[in-house]
């Protein structure tokens, strides 16, 4: 079974700009969770979609927003690019509710905003 | 404020022996922990979990202890071998709170090396 896809792996943008991340759950998963990691804040949640709902958001600004398809598969954005963005931007796939708390992730996108 | 606080920033345990990472919560809405390893560049890979109903869980030379009254919890490998050598993470979740939401709370890992 292939795992969680998440495109591109690299990415370098400037300060104002947007940015469109892509990620493909396990085949079967419903829930994508995206979660960001930064040397000095850790891995944190971003936001939690299932059946193309949100159902949980973290403590971010709303330039950062997400969707998910019909296909489960989900988009982050990231709008008004600012220096403290940059990060290794992580998906994950799970079953989804009431079954299945073991996310899987993926091998996650860097992000360098200059 | 740190939910899940890994209060080791790095372990060094010879191979062969036993490698305990610990990692301790404040939210009692808590009912789901997790443990993942990390290597550089890649995603996190799961690798056990226990529920809040029970106080251990062993897979292979993986085992994790919940002490719920101590808001504790650890993770065992025995034997440690080399390929052990990564980050480690704790994770917590709050099923009911989040009525099944999939919102993890990650600690801030612990970088385990394995001596030969």
């Known amino acids: 079974k292939a795992g969680v896809t998440q495109t591109p792996r690299y990415l370098i943008k400037t300060r104002g700009q947007q940015v469109t991340l892509s990620c493909s759950p396990i085949?079967?998963?419903?829930?994508v969770s995206w979660y960001q990691q930064t040397p000095g804040q850790g891995l944190q949640f971003l936001f939690e979609y299932f059946s193309e709902t949100q159902r949980n958001k973290g403590n971010f600004p709303g330039r950062f927003s997400g969707r998910q398809f019909s296909n489960s598969r989900s988009e982050m954005n990231v709008s008004t690019l600012e220096l403290g963005d940059s990060a290794l931007y992580l998906c994950?796939?799970?079953?989804?509710?009431?079954?299945?708390?073991?996310?899987?992730f993926g091998p996650g996108t860097r992000l360098t905003v200059t | 404020d740190q939910q899940v606080k890994q209060n080791s920033p790095s372990l060094s345990v010879q191979e062969g022996r036993i490698s305990i990472l610990n990692c301790d919560y404040t939210?009692?809405?808590?009912?789901?922990f997790l443990w993942y390893k990390k290597y550089p560049a890649e995603g996190p890979t799961f690798l056990i979990s226990i529920s809040s109903i029970k106080d251990k869980n062993e897979d292979g030379r993986f085992t994790v202890f919940l002490n719920k009254s101590a808001k504790h919890l650890s993770l065992h490998i025995v034997p440690s071998q080399p390929g052990d050598s990564a980050v480690y993470f704790c994770a917590a979740s709050a099923r009911v709170f989040d009525q099944g939401a999939q919102k993890l709370v990650f600690g801030q890992g612990t970088r385990l090396t394995i001596n030969p």
């Open positions: 994950a796939s799970s079953l989804g509710r009431f079954s299945g708390y073991e996310q899987y």
């Open positions: 939210n009692s809405m808590f009912d789901y």
């Open positions: 085949s079967g998963h419903r829930s």
